[in-house]
């Protein structure tokens, strides 16, 4: 907890949640005065912060940043307007100031989108999918009824239009976000957060507006503080600058939560109508409303259902692709992803890592002696042994015919030594195997280690009287060629 606390964020966290909270006690005049200090602050944290940034983040956090300089700019204007030159501040360039806020701000998370690289067609879909069903009650509660006021000029209107149409524009855009494949950062969790109190606020106001209720120091006021408070956090997190969203397999999934957002969303309109329905007593608004949501919730059904299945069937053929037939170890598929990962992991956290080279003696003469059969359940055997012998996160792969290759994280030499004289104690059918074992030393790559461990494979083939069998490129040749983790490239 004590590291948390030297973070500024914690401190903003903390300040501004005590201004929003002081906001309803403070006299009118100070309150008109915060949501444009807040917009300034959060506009100054994130200016500041963006310039440590670099290329594309950095310009999508400098509109993230220019859409709140606007909204303090509209609120300073409206301020003016209103309690200063008491002028009506409706319709007027506070107005336009307002409005800048949505496309400026989109533009900034759009950016953010594509620096995450996390796009994909089915968020997109899934995105509008939740807007359009957001636009039907915007229309029908927000939207319509400004159209429909005979008491408001047209310019009056289509300026009252533009904000839910603002506002419609932003729940795409956040759903975009909230629809990305992965794992999100603190960071990308309060800019979305903070967006999303925007949202509630801005619909908040809608509705009162048109009840003619609305007044400084309502409680819609602390979202748009909140809302400044999140996003000030989420620049000033340590996460912002790395990837905002971390991938996940490569089997697309449709959370349950995605999927009830999807069913509500798509429920909006039949939703309405019957509402209508009820309201107005039409019998056919009710009729129709109603088999539209039936209808709507079993296509629902049955989509989900071929979902499933079609991941499910993903799922396994990813398994089985994974997977040596024979022995049901992982492969080289397996072997060839996994490495980089751990190399990169061993050097970051400063952890040991070890890798042993499996080869099983004379498995040429045994095939040869007992038959291919007995060849194959000598490799499912030892396979079977190997694996109740080694840790939950050791890797086990078959890298090729009768040789296997351990991949053994946070293990040192000594520990590495003991774990595959626990192997070569477990060879079933009286059979032995030789190993040899590199520990991962300095900046080594891949190869790098793969060639020691072959090495001392095959010295240690050497000292027993076996030498391996060789496959030279010329006769005259006195070297074996080196092993590489790089996959063979066939040619035509």
């Keep these: 907890?004590?590291?948390?606390?030297?973070?500024?964020?914690?401190?903003?966290?903390?300040?501004?949640?005590?201004?929003?909270?002081?906001?309803?006690?403070?006299?009118?005049?100070?309150?008109?005065?915060?949501?444009?200090?807040?917009?300034?602050?959060?506009?100054?944290?994130?200016?500041?912060?963006?310039?440590?940034?670099?290329?594309?983040?950095?310009?999508?956090?400098?509109?993230?940043?220019?859409?709140?300089?606007l909204t303090a700019a509209g609120d300073i204007l409206w301020v003016l307007f209103d309690v200063v030159w008491e002028i009506e501040p409706f319709p007027s360039v506070a107005d336009v100031v307002y409005l800048a806020f949505y496309p400026v701000i989109a533009g900034g998370l759009v950016l953010l989108l594509r620096w995450h690289k996390a796009g994909d067609r089915d968020s997109i879909v899934d995105a509008f999918i939740v807007a359009i069903g957001a636009g039907v009650l915007a229309w029908v509660f927000i939207m319509s009824p400004y159209i429909f006021d005979d008491s408001m000029s047209v310019i009056e209107k289509l300026v009252s239009l533009a904000y839910p149409v603002g506002d419609l524009l932003l729940v795409a855009v956040l759903m975009r976000l909230v629809f990305t494949r992965g794992k999100f950062s603190m960071s990308s969790t309060l800019l979305m957060l903070g967006i999303l109190a925007t949202l509630v606020a801005d619909g908040g106001f809608a509705v009162t507006a048109l009840e003619g209720t609305y007044a400084t120091g309502h409680w819609l006021d602390a979202g748009?503080?909140?809302?400044?408070?999140?996003?000030?956090?989420?620049?000033?997190?340590?996460?912002?600058?790395?990837?905002?969203?971390?991938?996940?397999?490569?089997?697309?999934?449709?959370?349950?939560?995605?999927?009830?957002?999807?069913?509500?969303?798509?429920?909006?309109?039949?939703?309405?109508?019957?509402?209508?329905?009820?309201?107005?007593?039409?019998?056919?608004?009710?009729?129709?409303?109603?088999?539209?949501?039936?209808?709507?919730?079993?296509?629902?059904?049955?989509?989900?259902?071929?979902?499933?299945?079609?991941?499910?069937?993903?799922?396994?053929?990813?398994?089985?692709?994974?997977?040596?037939?024979?022995?049901?170890?992982?492969?080289r598929r397996v072997w060839f992803r996994q490495i980089p990962y751990e190399l990169a992991r061993a050097k970051r956290a400063g952890r040991p890592l070890?890798?042993?080279?499996?080869?099983?003696?004379?498995?040429?003469?045994?095939?040869?002696?007992?038959?291919?059969?007995?060849?194959?359940?000598?490799?499912?055997?030892?396979?079977?042994?190997?694996?109740?012998?080694?840790?939950?996160?050791?890797?086990?792969?078959?890298?090729?015919?009768?040789e296997f290759i351990a991949l053994l994280p946070d293990c040192g030499p000594e520990d590495a030594g003991l774990a595959m004289a626990r192997l070569k104690a477990a060879m079933p059918f009286n059979q032995s195997c030789t190993i040899g074992i590199a520990c991962l030393t300095g900046d080594e790559s891949a190869d790098d280690l793969l060639a020691r461990a072959d090495k001392d494979l095959y010295e240690s083939k050497?000292?027993?009287?076996?030498?391996?069998?060789?496959?030279?490129?010329?006769?005259?040749?006195?070297?074996?060629?080196?092993?590489?983790?790089?996959?063979?490239?066939?040619t035509t």
């Design 1 to 69: 907890m004590k590291a948390i606390r030297r973070e500024p964020y914690f401190w903003w966290l903390v300040a501004g949640l005590a201004l929003v909270g002081a906001y309803f006690l403070m006299p009118l005049e100070v309150q008109n005065l915060m949501a444009p200090v807040m917009s300034v602050a959060v506009a100054g944290a994130i200016l500041t912060r963006s310039f440590r940034f670099a290329g594309r983040l950095r310009l999508a956090w400098l509109l993230i940043g220019s859409a709140f300089l």
């Design 462 to 490: 050497e000292e027993r009287g076996k030498p391996r069998e060789r496959v030279l490129e010329s006769s005259n040749a006195t070297a074996r060629a080196p092993r590489s983790l790089t996959p063979a490239i066939p």
């Design 224 to 331: 748009w503080l909140l809302s400044s408070v999140l996003v000030g956090a989420a620049v000033l997190h340590p996460s912002t600058a790395k990837r905002g969203v971390d991938a996940l397999s490569e089997v697309s999934t449709l959370p349950p939560k995605r999927l009830v957002l999807l069913e509500v969303a798509s429920m909006m309109a039949p939703a309405v109508l019957i509402i209508q329905g009820m309201r107005d007593h039409q019998v056919d608004d009710l009729v129709v409303g109603g088999c539209s949501a039936v209808l709507f919730l079993l296509v629902l059904f049955r989509m989900t259902g071929l979902v499933r299945q079609v991941q499910a069937q993903a799922a396994k053929l990813e398994t089985l692709s994974d997977t040596d037939e024979l022995t049901g170890a992982p492969n």
């Design 354 to 402: 070890s890798l042993a080279i499996i080869d099983i003696d004379h498995f040429k003469t045994y095939n040869d002696t007992y038959g291919h059969q007995e060849g194959d359940r000598l490799l499912q055997s030892a396979v079977h042994n190997w694996k109740n012998q080694l840790r939950e996160g050791d890797l086990l792969v078959r890298f090729g015919g009768d």
